[in-house]
């Protein structure tokens, strides 16, 4: 998968998002907004057993929690620190908590199959190297009638930071996420029906500091294996944020955009005879 090798080591990601755990919720400005869309878009889907994927501090799992139709939900992510968080913070008994991969939900669930009605993800698979084992891990795992409803970013994100930095050196120093061609080719590897919409949301910030602080509480700043140790040195940092500053709108404010993937996909037995 291009630009799928670059991505961090699982472990580095767990560490990353461990590490921010305690301030995550504060600056998850752009992920609340996420997380809130898909939760609107998917609230027909809402029912059953739930399986969070990358479910971080709670956000998500919790929300599912309080629907009455949801009967149980597995908030599952590769980061401890999350998990302890989002244990201490969420007590409704329908929840439960699982440490493991989503690259290896067989290994990591050691659940039956076609165990969940809903698989959710908001925001976290972009982080996987290997996004077909986490299709075929899903697809394994829906019941007949399942759906799997996910958000994950595109190559446009923080295109303008990537902007900044390609006038400094010629260093990949924003995270590379996967483009909708591939996206959707490794999704009908693995589902029959597939949907997939598209959305560029931009934030307004009021300094690239603030950016890039923000990109590291949320445990998002670039650990990207190119990205070489002394690639952010102080001059080459002013540049880019020079850079950046040209950027700076009428109002005083600097973009940030992302671009956001929502995913509906179902398996073959999910699809009922009318199509729907
Ligand atoms: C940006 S946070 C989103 C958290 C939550 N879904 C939300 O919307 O607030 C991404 C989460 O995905 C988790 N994650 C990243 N890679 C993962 C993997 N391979 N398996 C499970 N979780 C993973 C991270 O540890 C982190 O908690």
Redesign the pocket.
Known sequence: MPGSNFLPD?QQ??QA?SQAAAT?DQV?GL??I??DQLLKKGADFHLGKVL??????G??SAQLADVAEVTAVTG????EG?LNYAKSHHLNSKLNWHL????QLPLTLLSNAKSYDLII?????Q??KNLDAVFSGVAHYLTEGGVFHGAILGPQTLHQLKWAWSQVDNYQHVNEFVALDTLKNTLTNHFVEVEIVCELIELKYPSVPQLTKDLKQ???SNRNVHAAQGLMGVGRLRKMVQVYESLRDDQGQLPVTYEVYYITAKTNASITTDGT
Do not use: E, H, K, N
């Not at 493991?100 to 690259?103: E, K, L, P, S, T």
């Open positions: 699982v990601v767990a998002f995550y998850a992920q609340r996420v997380a969070d994927i990358g479910s971080g501090t956000y998500v599952l992510d590769i980061a999350m493991g991969d989503a690259q993800s908001s925001l976290a698979i982080w996987c949320l445990g998002a």
